[in-house]
Every structure is written in C-alpha cells, then in structure tokens.
C-alpha cells in the first residue's frame, strides 16, 4: 500500500488520514491535513514559485517546509506532477512514537497538546529549513499504512481568509487531537491508495 503524491491535493489529504509519520522515529498517526492547491488564493504557490515555496514546485513525495509568522515550521506534503504547484498540510497527529522526545521538544505533558496544529506538528518532529524538499520515501520520514479503512470527515480550512469556505481540511472521524473540531463533519470512507510497499 502506497499513497500516489501525483494525485491532486484533495485525494491526496484523504488518502494520508490514518497513515502514521515518523520522522527519525518520532511522530504518530496523521489525524488531520488540509489541502492546497495552485488555483488556489490562499495556497503560497498561487502566485507561482519563489525561493520560499520552490518545493512545492517540485517533484511530488517530497518536504515542502515553510516559517509560519516567524515561529512555527509546518509540514506539507508536495504532489501533483513536477511545476504545478500543490500541497497537503499536516495539520495534527495522533502521537504515538518517542512521546518522551515530543514533550521535551513541546514542553507540555498532555498527549492531546503535542501534535494538535500545525506548529505544534513541526516542533514535536523537530521539523525546521533544512527538512525543506527532501523525499519522503527515505530517512529521516517514515511513512506507515493504517491498518484498515479510516472514517473521514471534512469541513472548511481554518487560520486562512481566502478561500475559507473550501472544504478541503480532512481529519480521522471522532479523533481527540485534532486542532480544533470540525464544522459540519459528514464521514465517507478514506480510498484506499494501490498496492506496494510504503510510499
């Protein structure tokens, strides 16, 4: 089982629910991503590529990693085919691998506040520049299949104001660590990605 980054955004964000990540064997299961594309006014690669966002620009399967108001590293998963300019967000996991690392690196106790948002995903997996652009299917990621069908639900992106009302931020169906609950959340079944070994 493999996810196809050269699939669009959305189907991409909805395939990877229920994945687990690690990076350099910390992390847990993807609980919530949003997805962006190039048509997109509150995608960074809307108004075509620059040295900050080149990687989204790249080949897909690969970092695209970016400073979020001068403090926060975020994640984002690059796909589509090489130039066109889209990617899918990691927006919380589940964590369930080096909790010991994650809340030195946090400085919190509570589980649910480790991975619960974007920056708090970069901090516990001590994402910074220099994951920028690197392949997915190699150290330090590690990306793992769930073990059966994922109940997903979606809703509109948040921390955006253009192109809100998209509803392109997909989560695991009932999950306590999410970053905050979804609106209007009916559930549908995740697709199940083809045949292979990690991707």
Same mark, same amino acid.
């Given at each position: 089982m493999r996810i196809d980054f050269k699939g669009g955004p959305v189907d991409v964000a909805r395939q990877l629910l229920g994945w687990t990540l690690l990076v350099g064997g910390v992390g847990g299961v993807i609980v919530e991503t949003e997805a962006y594309d190039a048509d997109d006014p509150a995608s960074h690669s809307y108004r075509g590529p620059t040295v900050r966002n080149a990687a989204m620009f790249g080949p897909p399967g690969h970092a695209y990693v970016y400073l979020s108001y001068g403090l926060h590293w975020c994640l984002n998963f690059v796909c589509c085919g /090489? =130039?066109? $300019?889209? !990617? @899918?967000?990691?927006?919380?996991? #589940?964590?369930?691998? =080096?909790?010991?690392?994650?809340?030195?690196?946090? $400085? @919190?106790?509570? &589980?649910? &506040?480790?991975? !619960?948002? /974007?920056?708090? @995903?970069? #901090?516990?997996? $001590?994402? +910074?520049?220099?994951?920028?652009? &690197? %392949?997915?299917?190699?150290?330090?990621? +590690? &990306?793992?299949? %769930? !073990? $059966?069908? @994922?109940?997903?639900?979606?809703?509109?992106?948040? =921390?955006?104001?253009? !192109?809100?009302? #998209? %509803?392109?931020?997909?989560?695991v169906a009932g999950s306590a660590f999410l970053s905050k609950r979804l609106q209007a959340s009916p559930q549908e079944k995740a697709p199940r990605p083809a045949g292979g070994s990690k991707g």
């Open positions: /090489p =130039g066109h $300019g889209a !990617a @899918v967000l990691i927006r919380a996991l #589940q964590p369930t691998h =080096g909790l010991d690392v994650m809340r030195a690196r946090r $400085g @919190v106790e509570a &589980l649910r &506040l480790l991975a !619960a948002g /974007p920056g708090r @995903v970069g #901090q516990a997996l $001590g994402i +910074d520049r220099s994951f920028d652009g &690197l %392949p997915l299917d190699r150290p330090p990621f +590690d &990306l793992r299949p %769930p !073990a $059966g069908p @994922v109940d997903v639900a979606s809703g509109a992106r948040i =921390g955006i104001t253009k !192109a809100a009302e #998209q %509803p392109w931020r997909f989560a």
